[in-house]
């Protein structure tokens, strides 16, 4: 399985969730996990997906959900599970 960690935070608003969940659907990326957050006005959600099923890599993926960040106004950032764990190794 390849898993892949993804952030998204910034200031909430409507529809966040949708915009990003649509994109993943429309590409065939499964969400294992998922945990949002709202603090003060402030939108922050972490996604664990499961990338084996999308025909894109992840180059391409990392990139779109960047635009599709600007785009509703929140900063969205990608990690594959093995780098996010090998950063947070104690």
Same mark, same amino acid.
Request: contains cysteine; charged residues 25%; hydrophobic residues 45%.
């Given at each position: 399985?390849?898993? =892949? #960690?993804? =952030?998204? !935070?910034? %200031?909430?608003? !409507? @529809?966040?969730?949708?915009?990003?969940?649509?994109?993943?659907? +429309?590409?065939?990326? *499964?969400?294992?996990?998922?945990?949002?957050? #709202? !603090?003060? @006005?402030?939108? *922050?959600? &972490? &996604?664990? !997906? +499961? &990338?084996?099923?999308? =025909?894109?890599?992840? @180059?391409?993926?990392? +990139?779109?959900?960047?635009?599709?960040?600007?785009?509703?106004?929140?900063?969205?950032?990608?990690? %594959?599970?093995?780098?996010?764990?090998? &950063?947070?190794? #104690?």
């Amino acid at each position: 399985m390849k898993k =892949t #960690i993804i =952030t998204v !935070v910034g %200031k909430d608003t !409507v @529809g966040i969730i949708a915009r990003v969940c649509t994109y993943l659907a +429309d590409n065939q990326i *499964n969400i294992l996990d998922i945990s949002q957050t #709202i !603090v003060q @006005g402030f939108f *922050n959600m &972490m &996604m664990i !997906v +499961d &990338m084996n099923q999308t =025909t894109k890599d992840f @180059g391409q993926v990392v +990139d779109e959900l960047a635009k599709l960040g600007e785009e509703i106004g929140v900063v969205i950032k990608c990690q %594959k599970e093995e780098i996010f764990d090998q &950063m947070h190794r #104690i």
